[in-house]
């Protein structure tokens, strides 16, 4: 009788080929060495199940993960938005991911740095300006591990891990499309944004102008203004800026104070076209009387899901959220009169 032929044991060089990593990772992972992603270890442990490796697994466990986002002005309706959808998505996470939300009440760059420097978290998720304190606090948190993800307004050129947001220069690019196409004939335009020192207002000028430019009527914009998404001060800009230009036929706000633009432009007597960002209770009720044609919103869930996945993969988790991940950047939504949700 044949002798019956012994199965050869897994090895760790099993472990790893099936895991798709290095024989010193697993290692370090059977004996608890530790370094290792928790999403690495997992694979580990399960390639080594797998092969039924002889040897006693460790048991996994997940440390606390914190996640911080730092947004500013909670008191405008897009930042409640925002705020209010980063803590739905939280509400249904594990209690090792901790997820604390900072709302600053101002949006100096010194403050945000100082607050990005000093963080705790594992990673971070924010709103800001473009700024050379703001530039170094993310190079320093990257340099000790802490992912920056960038949201609604994008540091192209520091080292952040991610930006999870719409285009910006495609929105402006879309409101100066329409801008053309609903006037009835060629006159000054008006840009009104928050500060041009942010990214997503300055892609969005950029945008515009680019497209007002190659449209049939090349409309130029006469004026950029800065409200600060203030209401008096918008409201006060924006008056000051009609009155230097009475046959105003447009005015495009890439940013928020809606209302006040509304009042500024009704004290002309006529309805130059105003094209404006999100749909909020405000913009809602302006678009349905008429006052304001077109609104492009940001999709804030969206954007909160997306950067909340992303932060989760910096620290070796998987996100719960998307099935498929959008290509590019977060779509945004057109909103005019006609197709206002329920």
Known sequence: MAAKTKSRSATLLDVAKRAGVGVATVDRVLNERGGVSLKTSLRVLGAARDLRLKRILPTPHRRIVRIEILLTRPELPFFARLNEEFRRLAAGFERSIVVQRTLLADEKPETMARVMRSSSADAIIVYTLEHEAIHKAVAANAARGVATITIVSDLPKSKRRFYAGIDHYQAGRTAGYFVDRMIDAAGPVLVLCNHVTFHAHAAR??????????????????????????????????????????????????????????????????????????????????????????????????????????????????????????????????????????
Not at 321 to 332: I, L, T
């Open 205 to 342: 000028i950029a945008g515009f102008r680019d497209s007002l430019a190659a449209a049939p009527r090349q409309l130029a914009v006469a004026e950029i203004l800065e409200g600060r998404d203030d209401g008096p001060t918008s409201e006060l800009v924006v008056r000051e800026a009609l009155r230097r230009h009475p046959t105003c036929v447009a005015l495009y706000n890439t940013g928020g104070a809606h209302r006040a633009v509304a009042a500024a432009l009704q004290s002309l007597g006529r309805k130059p076209i105003f094209v404006g960002h999100e749909l909020d209770e405000t913009t809602r009720q302006l678009l349905t009387d008429g006052v304001m044609a077109l609104a492009i919103d940001q999709n804030p869930g969206q954007q909160a899901r997306l950067a909340l996945e992303i932060a989760l993969e910096s620290v070796g988790l998987e996100g719960p959220f998307w099935s498929a991940r959008p290509r590019g950047a977060v779509p945004f939504t057109l909103y005019c009169p006609e197709n206002l949700p329920p």
